[in-house]
């Protein structure tokens, strides 16, 4: 039998042997306890990773295999083909991978699941491509003739099947761009204007100088100190509409073979000005962008110094410029000994009458030109002897034009069996700008009927459909009239208006009763300066509101709505103003707008004329008294808020009008937003 001890023994080593066991149980408790934690969190973190890479409707981004070739496309750009589409599988793809049930799908190595779609995943990213980008994109899928390529036939499938039915419109969009080129577009922030500012002394003005500001500074701003002479420096590249005006002195004309390009300019002109000069600029310290004048026909020396012959050299002209150029202004010396600039400049202070608005008469406005890949030039050639009197003008493809060397159509083009006419490629409204040069000619005895230059709009069958005919006019009494013939003499018109023209329609100019055309600054030039008879041509985009008045003379100034294209019971639905019948020549605007203006006023109403906001001036304009007889250039932006009158003043001390007649026009862009 046992001793008492042995079992005390015994009980005691089973009681280590199962607290042993205990411990290894707790153990494997606690080992398995930790292998499933880290296998569940393997599986959340398996989880997590699953969710990242599926087609959730919440992930920004969308994984498609199209085709066999993996996309992953911004869940935004889908939704844009989503509004567009109306085939359900586009809505399918955006509902994510937990309503892909009855649509087929892959998954990659990593999990990633994509929803399949059966196209071709070239043809697949043209559409996409398309809906970002619409007609941008399709650009690179036409060609200039406006014809189909394979890719646009192959996109025009894929649109079929998604059913995207913008692409027609938008395709024939373009091509209306290659074949009929690219309308035009004026912004409200797309200007600047530095214009004269008056100098004050003891109250009085004693002069002028550059420095009124006004626009948008990040298109062009006042230059620095350091780059006198410049008035300003381009901050922007781009095409604009230069509306320049500069109170000068007419000078004697040259010779129509002279040959000085190096020193002397018989015109005022804006220009780019090098600080420094390299091998690769001009010879000159200067480059004209605009050349622009009047002449002084009178042969005694002492009398045009003593009494010189004011007026504005005004033009308006589309110029490419560059981020950096430094534009400067310069007066005209001609083929006689004035002195200098600065002695012009003097005359201009002693003799101004504008000299309380400065502004008024010595400005520099850049318009920014959003579209100009379109626009038209060309200058008037000569192929003949300085002597010949031309009654039409000959046009040729300007070399200096604005295109930007794209593939795309300008909105008119030169008649191919007659360079007198250019013709009008589609329907709409054109915007007409340039200048042309006439004189009397030789031993033309006076009728009843006054020489004149008029621009003419025809139809393409010849009916005519709008004439201006007093671009540059001569009327007998007046004293140029009465001097010898000079084949020096040239009158420079400015051809600024609004026109409605008809597809195929034409415009021309013609001289008649006794006036011709004059070869000065035409094309072949003899001096080698840019040539200053041109003509520029823009469709304006039919978003644009315009509006156009003719003026009258009826024993006083009168304005009739004369914009073409619509009928006078839509007047009141497109006109920007309300004629004031009670006064002369004023208009009432209708509502708050910043105008773009643009006109001309003959000679024969005087040689002051001005446009007036609440008789207030807002832009001055002389001509040479009984000398040049070429027409008032009126151009400018102007702010108007509703019930503001802007108003049309002429002087009446030299008006030369014996008849009831048509003698300029007004006409306003409205700037777009």
């Known amino acids: ?152 036939k192959r996109l025009g499938l894929e649109c079929d099947f998604f059913t995207v039915e913008t692409l027609s419109a938008d395709v024939e969009d373009v091509k209306d761009k290659f074949v009929f080129g690219e309308s035009v577009f004026f912004r409200a922030d797309g200007w600047f204007s530095i214009a004269g500012q008056n100098v004050l002394r003891d109250g009085e003005v004693v002069g002028w100088r550059w420095g009124k500001v006004s626009g948008n500074q990040s298109l062009a701003s006042s230059s620095n100190e350091s780059m006198k002479p410049a008035i300003a420096e381009v901050k922007t590249t781009g095409t604009y509409l230069a509306l320049f005006s500069l109170h000068s002195v007419a000078v004697y004309a040259f010779a129509p073979t002279h040959r000085d390009k190096e020193e002397h300019d018989e015109f005022c002109h804006l220009c780019v000005f090098h600080e420094h000069l390299t091998s690769t600029e001009c010879g000159c310290w200067t480059y004209p962008l605009i050349r622009c004048g009047a002449f002084d026909y009178r042969t005694d020396t002492e009398v045009r110094h003593n009494h010189p012959l004011l007026f504005t050299a005004a033009c308006v002209e589309p110029i490419s410029l560059r981020k950096g150029n430094q534009l400067y202004c310069s007066h005209g010396e001609g083929g006689q000994t004035l002195s200098a600039t600065r002695r012009i400049g003097d005359l201009v202070r002693v003799h101004s009458e504008f000299s309380d608005k400065a502004e008024c008469a010595h400005f520099m406005t850049l318009i920014r030109v959003f579209g100009a890949e379109s626009v038209a030039k060309w200058n008037v050639t000569w192929d003949g002897d300085h002597n010949d009197e031309p009654s039409t003008v000959k046009w040729t493809a300007c070399k200096n034009g604005c295109s930007t060397g794209k593939n795309i159509s300008p909105v008119a083009s030169l008649d191919s069996e007659d360079n007198t006419k250019i013709r009008f490629k589609k329907a709409g409204y054109y915007l007409l700008i340039g200048r042309i040069a006439a004189r009397l000619k030789k031993n033309h005895v006076f009728e009843s009927n006054h020489p004149a230059v008029q621009l003419e709009i025809h139809a393409s069958d010849g009916t005519p459909l709008q004439i201006d005919p007093e671009v540059i006019s001569y009327l007998c009494g007046s004293k140029v009239c ?179 007649c048509n003698c300029g026009h007004l006409a306003f862009v409205a700037l777009g937003s």
């Open 482 to 660: 009465d001097q010898p013939y000079n084949n020096m003499m040239s009158d420079y018109g400015p051809v600024n208006d609004v026109v409605y023209a008809e597809r195929d329609s034409y415009v021309c100019a013609r001289a008649l009763r006794g006036a011709c055309f004059s070869p000065h600054g035409t094309v072949p030039s003899t001096d080698e300066k840019i040539p200053t008879q041109s003509l520029s041509v823009m469709r304006l985009d039919p978003s644009m509101a315009v509006d156009r008045y003719r003026i009258e003379f009826q024993d006083v100034l009168t304005l009739e709505w004369a914009i073409g294209g619509v009928d006078n019971s839509q007047i009141d639905n497109l006109s920007l103003f309300t004629i004031v019948e009670s006064r002369w020549a004023v208009l009432k605007a209708k509502r708050d707008c910043q105008c773009f203006v643009i006109g001309s006023l003959s000679s024969r109403m005087g040689s002051i004329a001005s446009l007036k906001i609440n008789d207030e001036p807002v832009v001055y304009s002389q001509l040479c008294k009984d000398s040049g007889r070429g027409s008032h250039c009126l151009s400018g932006i102007i702010h108007l808020d509703e019930g503001d009158f802007i108003e049309l003043c002429c002087s009446e001390e030299d008006r030369m009008w014996s008849s009831t």
């Open 1 to 152: 039998m046992l001793t008492q001890r042995s079992l005390n023994i015994v009980l005691y080593s089973q009681e280590q042997t199962r607290n042993k066991i205990a411990v290894i149980i707790h153990k494997i408790s606690l080992v398995m306890s930790n292998s499933c934690s880290a296998k569940k969190r393997k599986q959340n973190a398996s989880g997590a990773n699953q969710q990242r890479v599926t087609n959730h409707c919440s992930c920004p981004i969308v994984y498609l295999n199209v085709g066999g070739a993996n996309r992953n496309i911004r869940r935004s750009l889908l939704n844009d083909l989503c509004t567009l589409s109306g085939n359900p599988i586009v809505c399918d793809v955006l509902l994510g991978d937990a309503h892909w049930s009855e649509v087929p799908t892959t998954t990659d190595s990593d999990g990633t699941v994509r929803i399949y779609l059966d196209r071709n995943p070239d043809a697949f990213d043209d559409l996409l491509q398309y809906i970002e980008y619409r007609k941008l994109f399709l650009e690179e899928l036409i060609d200039k003739n406006g014809e189909d390529g394979t890719r646009l």
